[in-house]
């Protein structure tokens, strides 16, 4: 259900409405009145706007009244009016044009310092007929920056009297009789008047249509402020006084009256009143009803001549049918008197609370009916009213929360795109960097060969890092191997570059057992052979590994016989011993491999040749020595290594 919110901050009262449903049927939901005495009447104000701001808090905080879809009403004696004549049609070409239209119009001040909307009266061959209404940007910008210290926020914000033109429309108080307008003649004109406590705004409608907006600067609290000339009382006091004589009829007497104090400990944060806002000590006072009447009646002639100077100055004001009256001043006694006197009509109220679902008992329906005729108004804008104006323009312009936080939000994800961009592009070149490392493949020609089919070179992978160490070395494929090489290095540059050392390794296990399968190989079978010559040749070494100190293998020679003979093979090396105890060292060693070859399962042969001390080469100036060593073999070797 669609909700919307109208906020009136009146001179001396604020109102705030809600309702919900649709423009032609909707129920008033929620509805508050406070009065907030103020210590000026200008919107440009700030205190006037705090007060304001404040008790529309107050008010939507006590009535639970939602903070979305929210209109404020922007008095229209702080507004400039006027009619024009543009020569074309069309809304939005009228927009783009109607501030520089109004400037030749409006003198009193800069247009350029004021917020400027039009709304359309008639269409009359390719022309069009506005009445522009211009708002002060400053008083408009004091009173929006105090409702949003208050956390109210409104979409838009139209003129009350647009808001008086909306409900007398809706509640078909604008219906003209169409009997009062034949052969030919003008149609009689309606006049919606809202007598308030600062102006009384009075609209000219015409066949439905607003014509012209006035605001005539005299309302119901300059007899107030007669009285204050008079008796030299406080403001608040005399309002007191003329609510209290034309209520009762009786004589005032401040001494009989008892403040009360609002005990509410509501927990709005509410930005501070102005001072005139609390209750303060009063002095004694006595006003007389005769003063009141009499303020009245002075109040009631200044109006007569505004009205009179109205009448002849106003464009559009045909033959008058009805005056409508609305407005807190409304029942002031006298005025149906003076309008009928002055319109010669029959002056009806604005009655629409009839029409709306609400929750008001009579009494309390007849009491705010006139009060909030501006607050609906507002709201009913919000369900698809007519439009009335929208002075939230420029500098001003309403932006949802969404709105408000885009335009960082874009630039701050942008920044974070490009951080991520940034961040991706480092981890690509720090994989990059790696996988060279561990092993990236290239495609390299490999060296032509020559054979009886001409010159043929074959394409194959070169790969980068650790793989490259081991797979690049082609010298264990020889010829015979070169077709399974190939094919190893395609399979493998076909794996993932993490996986490659694992596929080699896998690789080279594959190709062994396939030459042993090709030998006919079989590991139940234990053969001794070259491998198991050097095998217990590296055994004696490792058994004296802590003993023997820093020496070097230089170089080995293991030379087996291909055919049997007498003799067995030999296996040569060289040991190089560093330090002064080179000699034990080497006796040591000496030792070693006269114990290996007394074992059973012995390669060698314990022979006087084992040791030829002739061959042992001494370098005295590094205190160190160099021996050869010739181990000879046993025969029953298998040549089959």
Request: proline letters at 4%.
């Amino acid at each position: 259900m669609v909700k919307a919110v109208g906020l009136d901050a009146g001179e001396y009262e604020v109102k705030a409405v809600e309702l919900d449903g649709s423009y032609r049927k909707p129920r008033l939901i929620k509805a508050h009145l406070d009065r907030v005495a103020q210590l000026t009447a200008k919107a440009a104000d700030p205190e006037h706007a705090t007060a304001e701001a404040s008790a529309l808090q107050l008010a939507v905080k006590q009535a639970k009244i939602h903070k979305q879809n929210v209109v404020l009403g922007f008095p229209s004696r702080e507004a400039v009016f006027r009619q024009l004549l543009i020569p074309f049609t069309g809304e939005e070409r009228i927009r783009k044009v109607i501030k520089f239209e109004a400037e030749s119009e409006i003198h009193s001040q800069s247009v350029d310092d004021m917020v400027v909307d039009f709304h359309s009266v008639e269409e009359v061959d390719g022309e069009t007929r506005v009445l522009i209404a211009g708002v002060p940007k400053s008083s408009l910008r004091v009173t929006l920056q105090a409702l949003d210290r208050a956390g109210i926020e409104p979409e838009r914000v139209d003129l009350d009297a647009m808001a008086l033109f909306r409900v007398a429309d809706w509640s078909g108080a604008l219906k003209s009789d169409p009997d009062l307008a034949k052969g030919g003649e003008a149609a009689p004109t309606r006049l919606v008047l809202d007598v308030g406590a600062r102006a009384v705004r009075v609209l000219v409608v015409t066949s439905g249509r607003l014509h012209d907006i006035r605001a005539i600067p005299l309302g119901i609290d300059s007899i107030a402020e007669d009285l204050v000339q008079e008796t030299g009382a406080v403001l608040d006091v005399c309002r007191d006084a003329v609510q209290h004589c034309l209520t009762t009829g009786e004589d005032f007497d401040s001494t009989l009256l008892v403040v009360v104090e609002d005990d509410d400990d509501s927990e709005v944060e509410a930005v501070d009143p102005p001072e005139a806002n609390l209750p303060a000590r009063r002095e004694a006072t006595a006003i007389s009803r005769s003063q009141v009447v009499a303020a009245v009646d002075r109040f009631l002639v200044r109006l007569r001549r505004e009205f009179m100077r109205f009448l002849v100055a106003a464009r559009g004001v045909n033959a008058i049918e009805a005056t409508v009256v609305t407005g807190g001043g409304s029942r002031l006694p006298g005025l149906d008197e003076l309008l009928r006197d002055v319109f010669d009509c029959e002056p009806q109220p604005l009655t629409y609370l009839d029409l709306l679902q609400h929750d008001f008992d009579d009494d309390e329906a007849q009491d705010v009916e006139p009060r909030l005729a501006v607050a609906v108004g507002l709201a009913l804008g919000q369900l698809g009213g007519p439009r009335g104006f929208d002075f939230r323009q420029e500098d001003l312009a309403y932006t949802r929360g969404f709105d408000r936080v885009k335009l960082p939000l874009a630039i701050a994800c942008m920044l974070g795109l490009f951080a991520l961009v940034v961040y991706g592009l480092v981890l690509y070149r720090s994989l990059t960097y790696k996988e060279f490392l561990y092993g990236t493949g290239t495609v390299s020609q490999a060296a032509k060969a020559t054979g009886r089919r001409g010159s043929t070179s074959n394409t194959l992978v070169q790969y980068s890092g650790y793989v490259g160490f081991l797979v690049n070395k082609t010298s264990w494929a020889g010829a015979r191997m070169r077709a399974d090489y190939e094919g190893m290095v395609g399979r493998i540059a076909a794996r993932p570059t993490f996986t490659r050392l694992a596929a080699y390794r896998n690789e080279l296990k594959a190709f062994l057992r396939k030459v042993q399968e090709k030998g006919e190989y079989v590991p139940e079978l234990t053969l001794d052979s070259g491998v198991a010559v050097l095998q217990q040749f590296a055994e004696v070494f490792a058994s004296l590994e802590k003993n023997l100190g820093r020496f070097y293998v230089v170089d080995i020679d293991l030379n087996l016989p291909v055919a049997k003979t007498k003799e067995g093979g030999r296996l040569n090396f060289r040991v190089f011993f560093r330090g002064a105890d080179f000699a034990s060292r080497n006796s040591m060693l000496k030792q070693a491999f006269e114990a290996a070859a007394k074992r059973k399962d012995s390669a060698f042969e314990a022979s006087p040749t084992f040791y030829k001390p002739e061959r042992e080469e001494t370098f005295t100036e590094l205190s160190s020595a160099q021996y050869d060593y010739y181990l000879q073999l046993k025969t029953k070797i298998p040549v089959l290594q």
